[in-house]
């Protein structure tokens, strides 16, 4: 069985005309030698392809434009960002290359970050992580808050913190969809249970309709929590969610690419 | 009407102006970083400005079904504060980023010593980089100004058809049409050219390498700017297909050369319901 970042290689591959294929593959061997540029003065050539993932990486498989120009609707970001995620893992920078790459990087960059978050190896420091998802979760970006909610921020952001991102998600527009671990999470949550019920009063108040997501992050929070561990960060749960536990920590490669 | 805004600074206008841009037929625009009115005293500060200009600002364009896409420099009116001037230093790294699609605006403002410097490293850029240069002829003394960044021009090596020579009027249009460079022409309420104005100057050199913008930005002007001329053309008989020329044609031509024009957009709430298997990252 293929990992996680092989499928994902190999479907972005076969989306990609020639030259793309061409540019990934020299894009991703320059990725793997990135430890030689380490502390060197100048761009490593690989980040270079990190910014330019955009232009160079392009879905030709995808359903068909109709327009004259450009690419197909709706179809660069989705391969920039699977070629962007794996060169971040080819490359495995450091928390501090990170945390770089992430502040001046354009909003595909950053995105492309967040999502690589749960698969590089070796795993940035949990703070220099939970820095740059708490960066994204105070954007108005609703891109970047979708992707700052993946398998990493399930396991590592604190109750609040989650509960707010939830919240901040019903009220950007966010599918909850897009957040990774919710029921497991959410269950037997009461106070994240309070903070929906005042928000739908507060909608039904100003005679605004309740985002059809909150009623199903409301059903997840009144479920109880199965037995076993708490999920989100060991020693960060709250009184009503039991004695603290290990988190399930899943390695990089369990993590899968839903479909 | 199609209609692509080559130099529009939306980080100074509301939603109420992308809609009614939408409405009137723009579907593309390029900001170019320039001054926001208030002087910058740091480098970080112009890094935040290009973030915006790569993040925030093209997510706010894409609600409202506009393609963004930016041009960057460092501006000839802080070229002149020596606490800017590492902005040069930080420019490689931001000029290789997508929808970064040309060098500027550059040029002269005061025609100053540390306008030559600047004007010069920055074309020396857009050569390393394969980019075009948006190049704005200064306000004062126009003549000399424009004969000034001609010769600069010539100096750097970049090719007149990499080039567009912005805030053209009727006195700079004829040198600056024999340079071989692209024309643009900015239309204000007030200053600058007017509709009518364009129109004559339309007749006299034709619909070739010139480009019409609103350079709409925080002062005295109207991002429909654009719109009016093309209803002024169809009115003084030009045809649609001239309008078309003008009003996209020209510049998706000369911004292309960049290879980084995107001219689809997605509006964000779209993508995130498409169902992104990437953008759920599992789990
Ligand atoms: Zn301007």
Redesign the pocket.
């Known amino acids: 069985m293929l990992t996680p970042l092989a499928s994902l290689r190999t479907g972005l591959e076969l989306r990609l005309g020639a030259d793309a294929r061409a540019w990934l593959h020299l894009a991703l061997t320059e990725a793997a030698d990135a430890p030689r540029y380490a502390g060197r003065h100048g761009l490593p050539p690989w980040e270079r392809h990190f910014a330019a993932a955009g232009r160079h990486c392009r879905d030709t498989s995808a359903r068909p434009g109709d327009a004259p120009h450009g690419t197909p609707h709706g179809t660069v970001p989705e391969a920039a960002d699977a070629a962007r995620i794996l060169l971040l893992h080819a490359a495995g920078p450091d928390t501090e290359a990170l945390a770089r790459l992430y502040a001046h990087g354009s909003a595909d960059e950053r995105r492309a970050v967040l999502l690589a978050l749960p698969h590089l190896d070796p795993q940035p420091s949990a703070d220099g992580a939970r820095a740059l998802v708490e960066d994204a979760l105070r954007a108005n970006d609703t891109r970047l808050i979708a992707a700052a909610l993946g398998p990493w921020s399930a396991r590592h952001l604190d109750a609040h913190q989650w509960r707010h991102a939830l919240l901040k998600c019903l009220f950007t527009g966010v599918p909850l969809s897009a957040v990774a671990g919710l029921e497991e999470r959410a269950a037997g949550d009461g106070e994240l249970a309070r903070m929906l019920e005042d928000y739908a009063r507060e909608r039904t108040a100003a005679s605004r309709p309740v985002p059809a997501d909150l009623h199903r992050a409301l059903r997840a929070a009144r479920r109880p929590r199965a037995a076993g561990p708490a999920p989100g960060p060991a020693a960060e749960g709250t009184a009503a969610e039991g004695p603290a536990a290990e988190a399930p920590a899943a390695r990089p490669s369990e993590q899968t690419w839903e479909g | 009407m199609r209609i692509f805004d080559p130099?529009i600074?939306m980080t100074s206008r509301t939603t109420d102006d992308y809609a009614a841009m939408y409405a009137a037929g723009v579907r593309a625009l390029v900001e170019?970083s320039?001054w926001l009115g208030q002087p910058r005293t740091s480098p970080a500060t112009f890094l935040d400005y290009f973030d915006a200009l790569l993040g925030w600002e093209p997510y706010r364009a894409a609600q409202y079904g506009i393609a963004h896409h930016c041009t960057l420099a460092l501006n000839p009116k802080e070229a002149n504060d020596p606490r800017c001037r590492p902005v040069l230093d930080e420019l490689p790294r931001y000029l290789l980023k997508d929808r970064v699609v040309a060098v500027g605006?550059i040029g002269y403002d005061s025609m100053t010593p540390a306008e030559d410097s600047a004007l010069a490293a920055q074309l020396q850029l857009a050569r390393e980089h394969e980019l075009p240069a948006l190049v704005?002829t200064p306000h004062r003394d126009k003549v000399a100004g424009l004969a000034r960044t001609l010769d600069v021009l010539r100096e750097s090596g970049l090719p007149p058809e990499r080039c567009l020579l912005d805030h053209l009027n009727e006195t700079t249009v004829g040198p600056a049409a024999d340079s071989g460079c692209w024309l643009g022409f900015s239309i204000y309420p007030d200053t600058k050219m007017d509709p009518d104005r364009m129109i004559r100057i339309l007749r006299v050199h034709g619909t070739e390498r010139v480009l019409v913008n609103s350079?709409a930005?925080w002062g005295h002007s109207d991002p429909l700017k654009t719109r009016h001329v093309g209803e002024a053309m169809l009115a003084a008989g030009f045809t649609e297909d001239d309008v078309d020329q003008v009003l996209w044609r020209n510049p998706v031509a000369f911004y292309g050369r960049s290879g980084r024009l995107e001219l689809e957009v997605t509006a964000p709430a779209e993508q995130l319901f498409e169902g992104n298997s990437i953008l759920r990252g599992g789990a």
């Open positions: 130099h600074h170019p320039f605006e704005h350079a930005d």
